[in-house]
C-alpha cells in the first residue's frame, strides 16, 4: 500500500515539475504526450504492484508472425 502511495507522489511530483514550463511555453501537444505517458506509466507501476499480470507486447508480435515463420521453416525443410 505504500509502495502505491510513493508511486502517486512521484508521479505528483513530477507533474508539478513539468507542467507549467510545458503549459508557460504554449507546448499544448507535448503536454498531451507528456500527460499520456506519465499517466500511462504511473498505471502501470501500480499495476506492477499489485501484481497484476501485464502481458509482454513481444507475445502480441509472436501470435502474429509465428504463422508466417511456420511457413517459411515449411518450405526451407
Known sequence: MWTI??????????GFIEVPSLWK???KRELWAF????????VLSIAKTLQIHI???????????KP???F???ILK
Do not use: E, H, K, R
Open 25 to 27: 511555453n504554449g507546448q
Open 55 to 65: 502481458p509482454n507486447p513481444l507475445d502480441w508480435m509472436a501470435v502474429i508472425y
Open 5 to 14: 502511495f510513493g508511486i502517486l507522489a512521484a508521479a505528483i511530483a513530477i
Open 72 to 74: 517459411l521453416f515449411g
Open 35 to 42: 500527460s499520456f505517458l506519465l499517466l500511462t506509466g504511473t
Open 68 to 70: 508466417f515463420s511456420d
